[in-house]
């Protein structure tokens, strides 16, 4: 006799079939009910994508591979139902709104899966107007959803399965590339959906983003579950070495042992008074910079743009000087690439003046600009074209003919990827690969190296090899800007903010300055960090 | 105005029109009927687009009518250019009227197998990802200092710019696949949101319309 | 119980054919800017000839027409193509999978695809399309140089690109011979 659950799985080992990696899902023993709000965490390539992936079906009948064990929804194996039966019972948000989102209104993209059950127009159109009202996206019916934010998109997504009145909804990492807006949005309708009754299955490796939410965590630790529980059950372990960070509440909670566990900021304010507060940890002393005229490598006046009749940039002014790491922080949309992309002439200034080197950034060519400007682009699958990671890396400086073994070998001994340098980069993980590319745009000794959200996506571990990468080249001089929505590492690395809303910048200075400043933040639609939040402005 | 009328009689007056348009070999006959379309142009509030995407479609006929023109003489030149520019006028008025989604769907109505017209409905929303996709590709090449501007020189860098972007692609289309599957593409039984029916509206204007073209028809043999 | 399940993951299911065609499509129209040169004086854009290829390597002789008949309504729509090239793209697509059908050989495929769109094309459109636009029968054996040089090129990209595919393992042509 089985109880009341949706999902049920025993000793399940799965392998892709192209892998050599072995099992990717190494012995799953897990049962949900159809009620749960679910929060399965771990790792990069720990194996969350897949589990949610034989949930639904698309494991064996869609990816193929090899599986073993047993897998029942609604007690019935899975193997026996395809994904066309199971999807009206678990519906599935994806990753990438890009490639889900395929109609051409809003209102098309619901109606989708309502038609494939064959529902006869009417109902159809009542379970439309219905679920649009659940997740508030009503204004947005007519809309093309490729237009949409990020945001709006994640909403459409989960209208979409959520019309089908699923027992419970799969999200995949909702969360990835939203800004803290958005994730707003996105959580207070999670919530209103769980309320109303269907269970909610979510993946993600950002902790403080949902612990406050779900009712049960699990943890995925190379292809096992290694812990599962209640949050607070969960928070009292050691996560990080899981390659997870818990919240800073729930650490700071731990430590003090308190009980019950604080979940975030405003919990753990009300369980304990601010000075019993334990002394955060410094951050690391940095070397503070006083430029001279001639370590000034960058310099930005008064940049205007514009592009398809609208302005994107306004009067932006910055200056960068050798062995500074600067952060350009802003929401979606906000011009943080835009702005990039001025400095090595991918776009030109419609007024003002951009100075590389104390040269006029106008006189020279993109090929010119490349020697002096390094970037790294947000997608690194954008660049890979060679065979191995060797080659990939030398590529750039080839092309400028300014290639230096030596350099390039030193390149690959800080970024970790000698034991990689043989294999083809685009099987590499997105983490792996995001290394390639930054090596890459080191390749040809760049003065200033740009870096365009590097830790989006990325777990602990990443974030923390980053960090001390960033830390070692500044430390050889190396100017960095760091372009980025993720406040908490920018907070740790970058000792001077530039806050970018709308194509304006609206706030400069130290973290804490910028933080401080609640009209600006508000106004740039980002929220200061839970260490913000719990010291002030007073430690940085 | 949109949804007057079903698709599949829209594209039944289309292939009048077009009937017409081949039938007619005087200049006499062609301005007045490309007169016809502009007039349906502007009525649908389609002016301005159709004037930027004269732009893109002029110098296709002019090119065309050269070409004739080089290989017979100037007068049937001038004709072909005309025919083609209504042909593909007729085109316009069709596609700015129905939505690739209508079009498809109606045509599954009349036997088409669905997943054709899908792929006819949803390409549309990919061309602008894969756009983007290209944008991307080009400006990190050139960031690195790959040369990829258009024209010779690209060639040689083809496979930077083409690995990227066709990889990328494909994996697109595997999550397209996998999105598409989760919610229920392959099984049987669809319905349509959208009600496609032939209603007494749809058939009088077929038979106006064709009424209309026979007796342009036989004016012009006479 | 224990079961085991070992399945192939392969583009036979007409959903990932499907989405396959989409992508290939959107590839076909958006490409076009990117991928135009120059050939003396005329400008040649092998995009249309390169996807078909694909195609019909990768889905197969009717999915590959769908896939060039779709690129041609749209180019069309958004006044980008012609209509002299539109039946062209379909019967060198349709050759392409059937060649490459036939022998299991890209090279193979990619030659359908030379002579359907190069040879054929322009010579179906002299005898059906040209009497219609143009009153007359008419040489349009003239077009052949310049449709061979872009179907060409177009293949040869179409070979590269399946070349490339196949190393990053993102598509796996089944006793494919080169
Ligand atoms: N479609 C696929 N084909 C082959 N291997 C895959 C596929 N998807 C994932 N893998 C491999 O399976 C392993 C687990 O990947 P998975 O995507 O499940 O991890 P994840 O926990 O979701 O990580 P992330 O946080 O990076 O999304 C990885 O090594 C990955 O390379
Ligand atoms: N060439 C262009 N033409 C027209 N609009 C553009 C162009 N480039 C960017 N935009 C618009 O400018 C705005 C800012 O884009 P940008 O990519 O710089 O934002 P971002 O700060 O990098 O955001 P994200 O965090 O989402 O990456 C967006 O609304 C975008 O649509
Ligand atoms: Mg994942
Ligand atoms: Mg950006």
Same mark, same amino acid.
């Given at each position: 006799?089985?109880?009341?659950?949706?999902?049920?799985?025993?000793?399940?080992?799965?392998?892709?079939?192209?892998?050599?990696?072995?099992?990717?899902?190494?012995?799953?023993?897990?049962?949900?009910?159809?009620d749960?709000?679910?929060?399965?965490?771990?790792?990069?390539?720990?194996?969350?994508?897949?589990?949610?992936?034989?949930?639904?079906?698309?494991?064996?009948?869609?990816?193929?591979?090899?599986?073993?064990?047993?897998?029942?929804?609604?007690?019935?194996?899975?193997?026996?139902?395809?994904?066309?039966?199971?999807?009206?019972?678990?519906?599935?948000?994806?990753?990438?709104?890009?490639?889900?989102?395929?109609?051409?209104?809003?209102?098309?993209?619901i109606?989708?899966?309502?038609?494939?059950?064959?529902?006869?127009?009417?109902?159809?159109?009542?379970?439309?107007?219905?679920?649009?009202?659940?997740?508030?996206?009503?204004?947005?019916?007519?809309?093309?959803?490729?237009?949409?934010?990020?945001?709006?998109?994640?909403?459409?997504?989960?209208?979409?399965?959520?019309?089908?009145?699923?027992?419970?909804?799969?999200?995949?990492?909702?969360?990835?590339?939203?800004?803290?807006?958005?994730?707003?949005?996105?959580?207070?309708?999670?919530?209103?959906?769980?309320?109303?009754?269907?269970?909610?299955?979510?993946?993600e490796?950002?902790?403080?983003?949902?612990?406050?939410?779900?009712?049960?965590?699990?943890?995925?630790?190379?292809?096992?579950?290694?812990?599962?529980?209640s949050?607070?059950?969960?928070?009292?372990?050691?996560?990080?070495?899981?390659?997870?960070?818990?919240?800073?509440?729930?650490?700071?909670?731990?430590?003090?042992?308190?009980?019950?566990?604080?979940?975030?900021?405003?919990?753990?304010?009300?369980?304990?008074?601010?000075?019993?507060?334990?002394?955060p940890?410094?951050?690391?002393?940095?070397?503070?910079?006083?430029?001279?005229?001639?370590?000034?490598?960058?310099?930005?006046?008064?940049?205007?743009?514009?592009?398809?009749?609208?302005?994107?940039?306004?009067?932006?002014?910055?200056?960068?000087?050798?062995?500074?790491?600067?952060?350009?922080?802003?929401?979606?949309?906000?011009?943080?690439?835009?702005?990039?992309?001025?400095?090595?002439?991918?776009?030109?200034?419609?007024?003002?003046?951009?100075?590389?080197?104390?040269?006029?950034?106008?006189?020279?060519?993109?090929?010119?600009?490349?020697?002096?400007?390094?970037?790294?682009?947000q997608?690194?699958?954008?660049?890979?074209?060679?065979?191995?990671?060797?080659?990939?890396?030398?590529?750039?400086?080839?092309?400028?003919?300014?290639?230096?073994e030596?350099?390039i070998?030193?390149?690959?001994?800080?970024?970790?990827?000698?034991?990689?340098?043989?294999?083809?980069?685009?099987?590499?993980?997105?983490?792996?690969?995001?290394?390639?590319?930054?090596?890459?745009?080191?390749?040809?000794?760049?003065?200033?190296?740009?870096?365009?959200?590097?830790?989006?996506?990325?777990?602990?571990?990443?974030?923390?090899?980053?960090?001390?990468?960033?830390?070692?080249?500044?430390?050889?001089?190396?100017?960095?800007?760091?372009?980025?929505?993720?406040?908490?590492?920018?907070?740790?690395?970058?000792?001077?903010?530039?806050?970018?809303?709308?194509?304006?910048?609206?706030?400069?200075?130290?973290?804490?300055?910028?933080?401080?400043?609640?009209?600006?933040?508000?106004?740039?639609?980002?929220?200061?960090?839970?260490?913000?939040?719990?010291?002030?402005?007073?430690?940085? | 105005?949109?949804?007057?009328?079903?698709?599949?009689?829209?594209?039944?007056?289309?292939?009048?029109?077009?009937?017409?348009?081949?039938?007619?070999?005087?200049?006499?006959?062609?301005?007045?009927?490309?007169g016809?379309?502009?007039?349906?142009?502007?009525?649908?509030?389609?002016?301005?687009?159709?004037?930027?995407?004269?732009?893109?479609?002029?110098?296709?006929a002019?090119?065309?009518?050269?070409?004739?023109?080089?290989?017979?003489?100037?007068?049937?030149?001038?004709?072909?250019?005309?025919?083609?520019?209504?042909?593909?006028?007729?085109?316009?008025?069709?596609?700015?009227?129905?939505?690739?989604?209508?079009?498809?769907?109606?045509?599954?109505?009349?036997?088409?197998?669905?997943?054709?017209?899908f792929?006819?409905?949803?390409?549309?929303?990919?061309?602008?990802?894969?756009?983007?996709?290209?944008?991307?590709?080009?400006?990190?090449?050139?960031?690195?200092?790959?040369?990829?501007?258009?024209?010779?020189?690209a060639?040689?860098?083809?496979?930077?710019?083409?690995?990227?972007?066709?990889?990328?692609?494909?994996?697109?289309?595997?999550?397209?696949?996998?999105?598409?599957?989760?919610?229920?593409?392959g099984?049987?039984?669809?319905?349509?949101?959208r009600?496609?029916?032939?209603?007494p509206?749809?058939?009088?204007?077929?038979?106006?319309?064709?009424?209309?073209?026979?007796?342009?028809?036989?004016?012009?043999?006479? | 119980?224990?079961?085991?399940?070992?399945?192939?993951?392969?583009?036979?299911?007409?959903?990932?054919?499907?989405?396959?065609?989409?992508?290939?499509?959107?590839?076909?129209?958006?490409?076009?800017?990117?991928?135009?040169?120059?050939?003396?004086?005329?400008?040649?854009?092998?995009?249309?000839?390169? @996807?078909?290829? !694909?195609? $019909?390597?990768?889905?197969?002789?009717?999915?590959?027409?769908?896939t060039a +008949?779709?690129? %041609? =309504?749209?180019?069309?729509?958004?006044?980008?193509?012609?209509?002299?090239?539109?039946?062209?793209?379909?019967?060198?697509?349709?050759?392409?999978?059937?060649?490459?059908?036939?022998?299991?050989?890209?090279?193979?495929?990619?030659?359908?695809?030379?002579i359907?769109?190069?040879?054929?094309?322009?010579?179906?459109?002299?005898?059906?399309?040209?009497?219609?636009?143009?009153?007359? @029968?008419?040489p !349009?054996v $003239?077009?052949?140089?310049?449709?061979?040089?872009?179907?060409?090129?177009? +293949?040869?990209? %179409? =070979?590269?690109?399946?070349?490339?595919?196949?190393?990053?393992?993102?598509?796996?042509?089944?006793?494919?011979k080169?």
């Open positions: 006799m089985t109880g009341p659950f949706l999902i049920e799985i025993k000793s399940l080992r799965y392998a892709y079939r192209q892998s050599g990696a072995g099992w990717i899902l190494d012995g799953i023993d897990l049962k949900i009910r159809p749960e709000y679910l929060l399965i965490c771990g790792a990069s390539g720990s194996g969350k994508s897949t589990l949610c992936r034989t949930f639904n079906g698309l494991i064996p009948h869609f990816f193929g591979g090899s599986l073993q064990g047993d897998i029942r929804i609604a007690e019935i194996p899975s193997t026996q139902q395809s994904v066309g039966q199971l999807f009206e019972r678990l519906g599935m948000v994806f990753q990438n709104p890009e490639a889900q989102l395929f109609n051409g209104t809003v209102e098309r993209e109606a989708f899966g309502l038609e494939s059950i064959g529902l006869a127009r009417r109902e159809i159109e009542r379970r439309i107007a219905e679920t649009a009202e659940t997740v508030g996206i009503e204004a947005l019916l007519p809309e093309n959803p490729h237009e949409l934010s990020g945001g709006q998109q994640q909403l459409v997504a989960i209208a979409a399965v959520l019309a089908l009145l699923p027992q419970t909804i799969i999200l995949d990492e909702p969360y990835a590339n939203l800004d803290p807006v958005n994730v707003r949005r996105v959580r207070t309708a999670l919530r209103r959906i769980h309320q109303n009754g269907t269970g909610i299955i979510i993946s490796h950002r902790l403080g983003l949902t612990v406050a939410d779900v009712e049960r965590i699990v943890v995925l630790y190379q292809g096992r579950i290694v812990l599962d529980g949050p607070a059950q969960v928070l009292k372990q050691d996560i990080e070495s899981y390659g997870l960070e818990p919240p800073l509440a729930a650490s700071i909670g731990r430590k003090l042992g308190l009980a019950p566990l604080p979940l975030d900021i405003d919990g753990l304010k009300s369980s304990v008074s601010l000075d019993n507060l334990p002394v940890p410094a951050p690391e002393d940095l070397p503070t910079i006083y430029p001279a005229d001639g370590d000034r490598v960058l310099m930005l006046d008064r940049v205007c743009f514009h592009a398809a009749g609208k302005p994107l940039l306004r009067d932006v002014g910055l200056t960068l000087s050798r062995g500074e790491c600067l952060a350009l922080v802003g929401a979606n949309g906000a011009g943080k690439t835009t702005l990039l992309k001025h400095l090595n002439g991918l776009n030109r200034p419609t007024r003002g003046e951009i100075t590389v080197r104390n040269r006029p950034a106008r006189e020279m060519k993109v090929s010119q600009l490349a020697r002096y400007v390094g970037v790294a682009f997608n690194p699958n954008s660049q890979f074209f060679k065979l191995t990671v060797w080659d990939e890396i030398v590529a750039g400086a080839k092309a400028l003919q300014c290639y230096d030596s350099w070998r030193e390149l690959a001994r800080l970024f970790a990827l000698d034991p990689l340098l043989a294999r083809a980069p685009y099987r590499l993980s997105e983490g792996e690969k995001k290394r390639v590319a930054f090596a890459a745009a080191l390749a040809a000794r760049p003065d200033i190296l740009a870096l365009d959200e590097p830790t989006a996506g990325q777990d602990m571990f990443f974030r923390r090899s980053l960090g001390l990468l960033l830390r070692e080249l500044q430390a050889r001089g190396q100017a960095i800007l760091l372009i980025t929505q993720d406040l908490s590492f920018a907070e740790e690395y970058a000792r001077r903010w530039l806050l970018l809303a709308k194509g304006e910048i609206i706030a400069e200075g130290t973290p804490g300055r910028v933080m401080g400043d609640q009209a600006a933040m508000a106004r740039a639609h980002l929220e200061p960090t839970d260490r913000f939040r719990l010291y002030g402005g007073k430690k940085y | 105005m949109k949804n007057l009328l079903d698709p599949r009689t829209k594209i039944i007056i289309a292939m009048f029109f077009t009937i017409l348009v081949v039938a007619s070999r005087t200049l006499s006959w062609l301005l007045p009927q490309w016809v379309l502009i007039v349906l142009v502007v009525a649908i509030g389609k002016g301005r687009a159709y004037a930027r995407w004269l732009r893109l479609s002029l110098p296709m002019l090119f065309f009518g050269a070409v004739t023109w080089w290989t017979a003489d100037w007068k049937t030149g001038l004709m072909a250019a005309l025919a083609l520019l209504n042909l593909v006028s007729v085109f316009f008025v069709f596609f700015s009227t129905t939505t690739p989604e209508d079009l498809g769907n109606s045509l599954v109505k009349a036997g088409l197998p669905y997943p054709v017209a792929v006819f409905s949803t390409s549309l929303q990919f061309v602008p990802v894969i756009g983007r996709k290209a944008k991307n590709v080009l400006d990190a090449q050139r960031a690195r200092g790959i040369p990829l501007e258009p024209g010779w020189s060639l040689r860098h083809y496979p930077a710019f083409l690995g990227p972007l066709l990889i990328q692609a494909f994996q697109l289309a595997e999550e397209l696949a996998a999105a598409m599957e989760a919610r229920g593409f099984r049987p039984g669809r319905t349509f949101y009600d496609y029916r032939m209603g509206t749809d058939w009088l204007a077929v038979a106006i319309t064709f009424l209309l073209l026979t007796a342009c028809l036989i004016l012009q043999r006479m | 119980m224990i079961i085991e399940v070992q399945t192939r993951k392969s583009i036979a299911s007409d959903t990932r054919k499907a989405a396959y065609a989409v992508v290939l499509v959107a590839i076909g129209v958006a490409l076009a800017p990117y991928t135009s040169f120059p050939i003396g004086i005329a400008k040649v854009n092998p995009t249309q000839h390169f @996807v078909n290829v !694909l195609a $019909a390597v990768l889905l197969g002789p009717w999915w590959a027409v769908v +008949a779709v690129i %041609g =309504i749209i180019r069309n729509v958004l006044g980008v193509g012609t209509l002299l090239a539109f039946p062209g793209g379909m019967i060198g697509a349709f050759l392409a999978g059937l060649f490459y059908r036939q022998t299991r050989n890209v090279y193979a495929g990619a030659g359908g695809e030379v359907g769109t190069g040879l054929i094309a322009p010579v179906a459109s002299a005898f059906f399309v040209a009497p219609f636009l143009m009153g007359k @029968v008419i !349009l $003239a077009l052949v140089p310049s449709f061979l040089s872009s179907t060409i090129a177009g +293949a040869a990209l %179409g =070979i590269l690109a399946l070349n490339l595919l196949q190393r990053a393992d993102i598509v796996e042509l089944a006793g494919r080169m």
